[in-house]
């Protein structure tokens, strides 16, 4: 039985919510509390896709027989994972141990590539900084393109389904719940973060870097830890959108989709602060599936491509809350310091403490 259109339409947008709201988390980590202006957001996403698409699925193919007869994973991986997800189908424990592990191993290897990005250019200025994790992303998504053995060149290459087991239409649901719950849990790592000792020292080292190294901390250091942890969260995100889809290309990851929109999200909804990224998230995310949506409708009224009302309206609502909420919809909240008598109790303990 086949869900209704609306139904369909809000699982959907629920479904690119959480994951634009994975990926825009991530970002906040490194801009929004850190200050890296990271325009290679694209690697660590199309890192994660790429390694759910290379790995898991060979891995199953030989556990599971299905690569005899001299079989080529990427030429042949239309029979191949029929066959696999023919078996995960009817074993819902083997499926869903699939999806945990390759998510912990793309969020690992996400860290890595944030390393390896990160590494030569992270005791750079900031501009030159975003121009050398640009360049990687760019990098790695022409490797993908070009190299077939990896997932398929332009072809892409289909992935082990570890939802098919839930079967017919409800399988687009349970990926959905997937991936609402792992947004539900990189929110309360980030808050956590955010509310940390860690945390404060991030925002000492975005608003004032000789302060913070004044103080004794190590600033490469503590950027390189907040890239390593945005480039995992990220790599995530890009795993649970290949596995919703169920295909993957590098073809279909682009900097526009996966780097500025959620720099555009994150603008939007206030930097340094994770339910204003949450609700930039949402508010990116569902006025373009309207448009989308109901673009026909608007056809008899604009003077061009419909398509391109998508990129006109967000444009105009970026603009727009730049000239009038400058620091986002829902901006930081201040740091608050301790009241003059808070502070004199303070002291009065320590000379207390120092006279016993």
């Known amino acids: 039985m086949a869900l209704p259109v609306e139904l369909t339409f809000l699982i959907d947008l629920l479904a690119f919510f959480g994951v634009y709201a994975i990926i825009s988390l991530s970002l906040n980590i490194e801009f929004g509390y850190t200050?890296?202006?990271?325009?290679?957001?694209l690697l660590a996403v199309l890192g994660g896709a790429?390694?759910?698409?290379a790995i898991p699925g060979r891995i199953l193919a030989y556990a599971y027989g299905a690569m005899k007869n001299d079989l080529d994973f990427a030429r042949d991986n239309t029979l191949i994972m029929s066959i696999v997800n023919s078996v995960l189908a009817k074993d819902p424990a083997a499926s869903i141990t699939v999806l945990v592990l390759s998510l912990v191993l793309a969020a690992v290897g996400g860290a890595v590539l944030g390393l390896i990005a990160a590494y030569p250019a992270i005791r750079l200025k900031e501009d030159y900084l975003a121009i050398t994790l640009l360049a990687m992303a760019e990098l790695l998504r022409t490797i993908g393109d070009n190299y077939e053995p990896l997932i398929g060149g332009t072809t892409g290459v289909a992935l082990p389904d570890p939802f098919r087991w839930v079967g017919g239409e409800y399988r687009i649901l349970a990926a959905t719940a997937a991936i609402l719950?792992?947004?539900?849990?990189?929110f309360v790592y980030v808050e956590f973060i955010s509310r940390s000792p860690l945390g404060r020292t991030l925002r000492a080292i975005r608003d004032d870097e000789v302060s913070a190294e004044a103080f004794g901390k190590d600033v490469v250091r503590f950027r390189m830890k907040a890239l390593m942890a945005g480039s995992a969260i990220a790599a995530?995100?890009?795993a649970l959108m290949s596995f919703y889809s169920g295909f993957v290309t590098s073809m279909g990851f682009d900097r526009v989709t996966y780097t500025f929109w959620p720099w555009v999200m994150v603008v939007i909804g206030g930097a340094a602060?994770?339910?204003?990224v949450v609700f930039g998230s949402f508010l990116f995310v569902f006025l373009r599936k309207i448009i989308i949506f109901y673009k026909d409708l608007f056809k008899p009224y604009i003077p061009f491509d419909v398509n391109w009302l998508v990129y006109l309206l967000l444009g105009l609502a970026l603009i727009i809350v730049l000239i009038y909420r400058p620091q986002g919809i829902i901006p930081e909240k201040p740091t608050?310091?301790?009241?003059?008598?808070?502070?004199?109790?303070?002291?009065?303990?320590?000379?207390?403490e120092k006279e016993a």
Request: charged content about 20%; aromatic content about 8%.
């Open 236 to 238: 995530v995100g890009g």
């Open 181 to 186: 719950a792992v947004a539900v849990l990189v």
């Open 336 to 352: 608050k310091t301790l009241r003059k008598r808070e502070f004199k109790e303070i002291l009065a303990h320590v000379s207390q």
């Open 273 to 276: 602060n994770n339910l204003g």
């Open 35 to 41: 200050g890296i202006p990271n325009f290679g957001k």
């Open 50 to 53: 790429m390694f759910v698409g």
